[in-house]
């Protein structure tokens, strides 16, 4: 599919978002007063702002709000009902860990497990698709919680949780990969099986269903080259845990080199998650075939 960059920022920013407030609902780490504030700032920076990001792809943004009314039978509308509420119920924890020095516990814990619940409808929106079988797989949300978890962990310095993290994840990340390259071929879908003619014989095409460029070849028949997505997948493993893993155990993790650890991972993350689009094939494609 066509990797557009609003979605790649929303669904990048918001997980890594929503993970660090998860670890702050915890307690991890038990900060106050300034500290508070500027984790927190962060975490809903990241949240809110890559919430933001995925309105840019809608295609009328002003139909946004409409995304709340239908949380009974779409993981779209359930992602946004909760981003709110894990929005909502970290706000008084954040208020009483900045101003009053501490809040209760209970409440933050709250706010920590909607933010994940959050993070895991996001995954849905695409495990959900039957008809992209390199989503349609259990790692998918594997992947989104571990990513943002993960990386969470990292933001909010905690070094141990985040090493164990980063190394699960990047397992998983490659694991993806193998698997999802032979699920499209396993699902087993043909022009034979899109038709449902497959019973009388082999189906041909007489000619391309449009003559020129559509909204379906420019976004669900997007194709990215083997080579290239090799080295992309190398560059996306090396960014987001080789490097963050070799600074979190081989460096007094200091600001600095905290920092550089986070940067890294960011950029990775925002490569894997281009060739997360990047390599969806839909079933769609397969009457724009040659």
Known sequence: MHPAPSVIVFTALSGLGFGLLAWLGIGR?????????????????????????????????????KAFSQWRTSWLSREAVLAVAA??????????RIFLGGAPGWLGFVGAVLSLA???????????????PRWHHPLTPVLFLGYAIGGGALIAGQATPAAFLLAATG?????????GDGLFARAGHTRETATGLGRIGKVR????????????????????GRKHAEKLRVIGTALAFLLPLLILLGTPFGPLWAGLSVACHLVGVFVVRWL???????????????
């Open 205 to 224: 095409q007489l000619e391309s269903p449009h003559s020129g460029s559509n909204y379906l070849l420019k976004e669900m028949a997007y194709s990215v």
């Open 171 to 179: 397992v998983a990340q490659i694991a993806a990969w193998v698997i």
């Open 87 to 96: 929005l909502l119920a970290v706000a008084p924890y954040a208020f009483g």
């Open 276 to 290: 997360f689009f990047a390599e969806a094939k839909h079933v769609v494609s397969l009457y724009y075939a040659g």
């Open 118 to 132: 959050t993070v895991f409808t996001t995954s849905m929106i695409y495990t959900q698709l039957k008809t992209i």
């Open 29 to 65: 780490p038990d900060v106050a007063g300034a500290a508070a504030f500027g984790l927190y700032f962060l975490g809903y920076a990241l949240a809110v702002g890559g919430l933001t990001a995925s309105a840019f792809h809608l295609a009328n943004p002003r139909n946004a709000p």
